[in-house]
């Protein structure tokens, strides 16, 4: 199992800027792929980014240029800069980590934070 805590959430300005954080630990074996998606309310969950094992990198069209995903291997963290934020962003971002073990591809959660832009 792994376990996914993200921190980093909060209200913030129209304009502001948040930095999400998410640590994974347990049985890390092999991930391959690290992300955020958010689920505002009413809307079903999206992808906000996605960044692979290699390092390449896809953004939700509605976030390119503003937001910038990473992620520290050797701390089994990733990170989400968010950038010029817009109320359209209020959301629950949530961490998602896919892992390669001896059973297959499997995927983890987080518990998500909440992030409210306000206007």
């Known amino acids: 199992q792994v376990q996914l805590v993200e921190s980093g959430g909060g209200l913030v300005q129209a304009g502001g800027y948040l930095r999400l954080s998410c640590v994974a630990s347990?049985?890390?074996?092999?991930?391959?792929?690290m992300g955020w998606y958010r689920q505002a309310p009413g809307k079903q969950r999206e992808l906000v980014a996605v960044i692979r094992r290699g390092g390449s990198t896809n953004y939700a069209d509605s976030v390119k240029g503003r937001f910038t995903i990473s992620r520290d291997n050797a701390k089994n963290t990733v990170y989400l800069q968010m950038n010029s934020l817009k109320p359209e962003d209020t959301a629950v971002y949530y961490c998602n980590v896919h892992q390669n073990e001896p059973t297959g591809l499997r995927t983890y959660w987080g518990q998500g934070t909440q992030v409210t832009v306000s206007s």
């Open positions: 347990g049985s890390i074996f092999s991930i391959a792929a």
